[in-house]
């Protein structure tokens, strides 16, 4: 399995960006995709996750309390992609980010991506 994200880049305060991780290797039905970040010197943070079914098949998504409102997780399983729209971007926000991929059954995220930097100058 591999995912590959992409999208990152250096961006001034306020602006937006759109992550994207394809998926490729095997069939993703039923497999919850999500996104994380890092920061240097902080702990891996979880964002937001999707499943792959629900709501009329663009899947359900769910945000940490602090991603709610500026960040936006959608899948397209057509192309076995997950994006990650990101408004308003701060200064804090710059971290690399990580797409994941879990099976519905299991709590573990066992498939990552490389990640992306993003970097939000002021």
């Known amino acids: 399995v591999q995912l590959q994200a992409s999208g990152g880049g250096l961006v001034q305060d306020g602006g937006s960006l759109r992550l994207s991780c394809a998926a490729s290797?095997?069939?993703?039905?039923?497999?919850?995709m999500a996104w994380f970040r890092q920061a240097p010197q902080k702990e891996r943070e979880f964002l937001a996750s999707?499943?792959?079914?629900?709501?009329?098949?663009?899947?359900?998504?769910d945000y940490t309390d602090s991603a709610k409102g500026r960040f936006t997780i959608s899948r397209d399983n057509a192309k076995n992609t997950v994006y990650l729209q990101i408004n308003s971007l701060k200064p804090e926000d710059t971290a690399a980010y990580y797409c994941?991929?879990?099976?519905?059954?299991?709590?573990?995220?066992?498939?990552w991506g490389q990640g992306t930097q993003v970097t939000v100058s002021s």
């Open positions: 994941a991929a879990r099976e519905r059954s299991s709590m573990k995220y066992n498939y």
């Open positions: 290797g095997r069939s993703f039905v039923n497999v919850v």
């Open positions: 999707i499943s792959w079914g629900g709501s009329s098949s663009g899947g359900i998504a």
